[in-house]
Every structure is written in structure tokens, then in C-alpha cells.
């Protein structure tokens, strides 16, 4: 094809050929960008700048906030910490105290259940005294009618009749031991 466009004619346009309106329009708009971008460059890259400062500092911001709540977060696990500790010791100290107050009252309950024990004690040989006494008496009466009876006069002596109560309770008692003794 190239060969017929020749045999038809036609010149074959330069390609180097200058065209000067769009090399002189190519020019002032290169000038012009070249001027603006002169002018703007500095606040451009005083924006960027600006810029790369903020997300610099927020970046710091955001690492100071880390590490501050890191810290926080240290400080209420130690203080959780130190509560369940504190709670651990007053949990012991209150089953110590539980365990000495039982004591205590396991003591004081023996020691009245003694006490009542002892006053019991004391009430039944006191009953026992006063039983024997009384008994000692009516049997002494008992045996002065008896023996009245048996010998046909009355002991009115008090002092008579005393000393025959007294050794006839005494044969009783002797009597009494050693028939105790027989049976051990």
C-alpha cells in the first residue's frame, strides 16, 4: 500500500516538521506549570508535611494512650490482685475467729456443765445429809417406842434415850460396812 499512495502522488508528511503553534502553546503551558508548581510546591509540601506530622503525633498519641491504659489496666489487676488477697486474709481471720469463738463456748459449756455438775453434787449429798439426819431421827424414835414396848418402861431421859439411838445406829452402820465389804 505504501508504494501505491506514492504512485498516486501524495508526499508522505514530515514527521520532524516543527508546528509552531503547538510548540509555542506547549511552552507557556509548561511555563504556567512549571510557575504554579513553583509557587504551590512549597506550601504543598508544607501541607504534606503538616500532614506527616499529624499522623506522626496521632500515632504517638495513640501509643501514649496504649501504654497509659496498659498502665491502668496494670494497676486494677494489682489492685484486683491485693483485693482477692485482702479478702483471702479476712476470710482466714474470720475462720480463725469462728474456730475460737467454738472453742471458747465449747469451754464455757464445760465448764457451767462442771459447774451445774458440782452444785448437783453438792445438792444431792447435801439432800443425803438432811435424809439421814431426818432418818436418824424417826429412826430413833422409832426405836425408843420399840424398845419401850419391849422393856415395859418409858426412857424419858433425853440423854438416855439419845445414847441408846446412837449405839444402836452405830451397831447399824458396822453392820452395814461390813456387809458392803462381804460383797466386794
Do not use: C
Not at 484486683?80 to 485482702?86: G, I, K, P, Q, T
Not at 467454738?102 to 439432800?127: F, G, N, S, T, V
Request: a negative charge; zero cysteines.
Amino acid at each position: 500500500m505504501p508504494a501505491m499512495i506514492l504512485a498516486q502522488g501524495h508526499e508522505e508528511p514530515n514527521i520532524l516538521r516543527i508546528h509552531w503553534d503547538e510548540f509555542t502553546f506547549g511552552v507557556i503551558a509548561f511555563a504556567l506549570f512549571a510557575l504554579v508548581v513553583y509557587r504551590m510546591w512549597p506550601r504543598l509540601m508544607a501541607a504534606l508535611d503538616e500532614r506527616a506530622n499529624q499522623i506522626e503525633g496521632g500515632i504517638e498519641r495513640a501509643q501514649k494512650a496504649e501504654a497509659e491504659a496498659e498502665e491502668i489496666r496494670q494497676q486494677y489487676r494489682e489492685k484486683l490482685e491485693e483485693a482477692h488477697r485482702e479478702y483471702a486474709r479476712e476470710l482466714e481471720k474470720a475462720k480463725e475467729q469462728r474456730a475460737a469463738i467454738i472453742a471458747e463456748a465449747r469451754e464455757e459449756a464445760q465448764a457451767e456443765a462442771q459447774r451445774i455438775l458440782d452444785a448437783a453434787h453438792a445438792q444431792i449429798e447435801a439432800d443425803r445429809q438432811h435424809a439421814f439426819a431426818q432418818l436418824r431421827g424417826e429412826i430413833g424414835a422409832l426405836s425408843t417406842d420399840l424398845a419401850a414396848r419391849i422393856v415395859g418402861e418409858t426412857l424419858a431421859d433425853t440423854a438416855a434415850q439419845n445414847r441408846v439411838i446412837d449405839r444402836f445406829l452405830d451397831e447399824l452402820e458396822r453392820s452395814d460396812t461390813a456387809s458392803q465389804a462381804e460383797v466386794r
